[in-house]
């Protein structure tokens, strides 16, 4: 098989089990304190890519490696939002959609931050979003769920783990930079449990289960596959193979939970992936155009 088809092909697992890994979650914090299923789930992931970036951790200096956790601490602020949003909603597929805005977001935060103006077509993904979020909110009347506000804000805090980490984190490689950061966000959700949740006496071995998928499938599985992936595919089409990771969710969703999808919501889902999809096909498009410029 091409080296770019496998590559796909692989990006779209990929994007399976990240979506996949919203049902693992969901069921494993049925018996874990959230906090704590988080802390676990990204501790152990992070042992087990260990190995695969062992040489890369050794070449890497103390600074950069403490400079990429601390930087991983933006990422664990947007999980524990997303875990808390995901405890308290029967609405995964909608929650995955909002987040997805995060990419969105990106342009956002590094204007405010770094005074990185965003490109023209951010303006005109900006109001295709806010319409497909508008529907998403729409119950016959202006409601918005608090689920939907911390899936929001979990977001926002994805964009700003990524502007900092494009930022101050480039001088390592992407296994070790995810390596590193999956643990910082798993010590940081340790010490928030034993400081603020309440442990059950007893853990069902089914939901040992569910944060055993979520370890080996959604977080370390994912992670590999993605960095194989987007290693040897085209950019443009890894970016786009991407944005199933909603869809996905939205299926399982719908499957697992009978997620209800009238057609306000069906729409909503639909404009915020046209908003992305645009964004990104017109970043691809002014990349190149200011690479030819640039030669």
Known sequence: MHVKYRAEIILVFTTLLAG?????????IQGLPPFGFIGLRFIFASLILLPF???ALKAASLGDCLKAMSVGCFLGSA???????ISISDTLGEGAFIMSLSMLFVPIVAWILFKTKPIRAFWFSLPIAAAGLFLLSWKGSWQT??????????????????????KYSAQLSPMLLTTLQLFA?????????????TWPDHVSLITWKW??????????????????????????NAALLMLLEPVWT???SVLFYAESMPINKIFGCLLLLASLIFYRLSSVVSIRRAKRLSQ
């Open 20 to 28: 996949a890994g919203w049902v693992f979650s969901k069921e494993a």
């Open 53 to 55: 970036c062992m040489r």
């Open 79 to 85: 999980i524990f939002c997303w875990i808390h949003a």
């Open 145 to 166: 769920d608090p689920s939907q506000i911390w899936f929001l804000v979990s977001a926002v805090g994805l964009a700003l783990h990524f502007n900092f980490n494009s």
């Open 185 to 197: 966000t798993g010590c940081l959700g340790v010490i928030l449990s034993l400081s603020f949740e």
């Open 211 to 236: 944060l055993a998928l979520s370890v080996l499938l959604a977080t370390s599985l994912r992670y590999l596959m993605q960095t194989t992936g987007q290693k040897l595919a085209n950019p443009t």
């Open 250 to 252: 939205l299926i399982l």
